[in-house]
């Protein structure tokens, strides 16, 4: 069995990638050798400009899954689809060393509608999770004795979430809501030991599924939303498949193949999400939310470090000089957020935290709908160089195409 250093894999990760950055194609952070990855930075709407809060917030022409309940705010007989696209920008230093990597992906597609005013659904594919890191020259112990080797890691893949979101209204002033969520995917793990004139590749598939359930709320006063979110945990369950294979310089050795073996499955921890929404002039938007992750009580760790309880504060302004006016530039929306996260990896003692700012724009597509192009850029950083972790600077855009169509009217024949 072999045990690896923290400290090694940290300084491994960068040392390579910095001399070798032509031939690396890593899409992820070096943190994603976590648990099942990083958190994406996918989003549905206008919510990734303004911080990613909007657990109060009503659904008009942009979709918001931040709250199932606010699916009951969709108008009467709208229907709603919403794809987007991010393109990532990082770089990457142990305060030495930096290495600048680069990625796209798309990142939702989402559709919603609420057909006679008394309730909305909605519907999401996104991903969850990213992997994406290299390990080279990573120096380890062989248990038991004073041997070691060294071996090259590369790990890739994520999971996806396919979510189903209900909400109504139970009286004018309060809206409740349901969601369901499946979370599937596989986490590839590659690994070469190169002994003398041999080589040992060794391959792991971790695959992981599970279905996660939450509820929600949203309270209107006046100008005023409140909303109110909680995840129940849930155990995704998890197999491998295992390929080793040895190679010489003429030989091709199946060493051990295994599939579908039993791993540990993997516990998502209980989330808590309170967020408020106020609303001036009809043109100006604030945006307050908090959320707790309690990874404490899943009393989980891995080889490298272990999960602590993650708290989060996202604040975000919108500002809209008039939505109905003929003069297109005042139907622009301008858009700004804040969000801080504590993180909930704990390494060498020291918490993983993040900050960062964005902005966005929603442009206009067209005059008689709702149609929008939203962009919006953000620019962060997550961990520092203390006590040999790395610091990882990133600037995101995301790009949504939201589109909005009154559907389910019955056509009238003269």
């Known amino acids: 069995m072999k045990t690896i250093n923290a400290t090694v894999i940290l300084i491994a990760t960068l040392g390579f990638t910095n001399i070798h950055s032509q ?3 890593l899409t992820g952070s070096p943190y994603s050798l976590f648990g099942l990855g990083i958190e994406t930075n996918s989003n549905v709407g206008k919510n990734s400009g303004l911080g990613k809060s909007g657990v109060a917030s009503d659904i008009y022409s942009n ?3 931040h709250n199932p309940a606010l699916f009951a705010t969709i108008p009467k007989k709208r229907f709603l689809f919403d794809v987007g696209f991010s393109a990532e920008i990082d770089k990457v230093s142990n305060g030495k060393d930096n290495e600048n990597r680069g990625a ?3 990142s939702n597609i989402a559709l919603a509608f609420n057909t006679n005013g008394k309730y909305g659904i909605g519907l999401t594919l996104m991903p969850a999770t990213d992997v994406g890191y290299a390990l080279i020259g990573v120096e380890t112990e062989v248990e038991g004795s004073e041997q070691s080797y060294i071996s090259n890691v590369i790990g890739s893949g994520g999971l996806n979430t396919v979510r189903l979101d209900y909400g109504t209204s139970i009286l004018d002033s309060l809206n409740v809501g349901f969601n369901i969520s499946y979370l599937f995917g596989k986490i590839d793990e590659n690994e070469t ?3 003398n004139n041999s080589m040992l590749k060794i391959t792991k598939e971790n695959y992981y599924r599970g279905a996660q359930f939450g509820v929600g709320f949203q309270l209107k006063h006046n100008n005023y939303n409140w909303g109110l979110v909680v995840d129940a945990p849930v155990i995704l369950k998890a197999s491998k498949d295992t390929e080793i294979n040895k190679t010489s ?9 295994e599939y579908n073996e039993s791993i540990d499955d ?3 921890p209980l989330k808590v999400k309170l967020g408020v929404s106020a609303v001036y002039n009809k043109s100006l938007t604030l945006n307050l939310d908090y959320k707790r992750s309690f990874w404490d009580m899943t009393d989980q760790e891995d080889n490298i470090g272990r ?3 993650q708290d989060v504060i996202a604040l975000g302004v919108e500002y809209t000089i008039d939505k109905y006016a003929f003069n297109y530039w005042k139907r622009i929306d301008f858009r700004a957020g804040y969000n801080y996260d504590s993180g909930y990896l704990r390494i060498n003692d020291k918490k993983i935290q993040a900050n960062s700012l964005s902005l966005g724009i929603g442009l206009p597509i067209g005059f008689k709908n709702n149609n929008t192009i939203n962009i919006s850029y953000t620019y962060g950083k997550w961990g520092s160089t203390e006590d ?3 610091e990882q600077n990133f600037n995101s855009i995301n790009l949504n195409i939201s589109l909005s169509d009154i559907w389910f009217i019955k056509r009238k024949i003269d």
């Not at 310089?249 to 193949?257: G, Q």
């Open 63 to 65: 979709i918001n899954i």
């Open 104 to 106: 796209g992906n798309f």
């Open 307 to 309: 999960f602590s309880d």
């Open 388 to 390: 040999i972790l790395i």
């Open 266 to 268: 993997f516990i998502l």
């Open 23 to 25: 031939a690396n194609n």
């Open 249 to 257: 310089d003429s030989d091709y050795i199946i060493v051990e193949n």
């Open 193 to 195: 030991v190169r002994i």
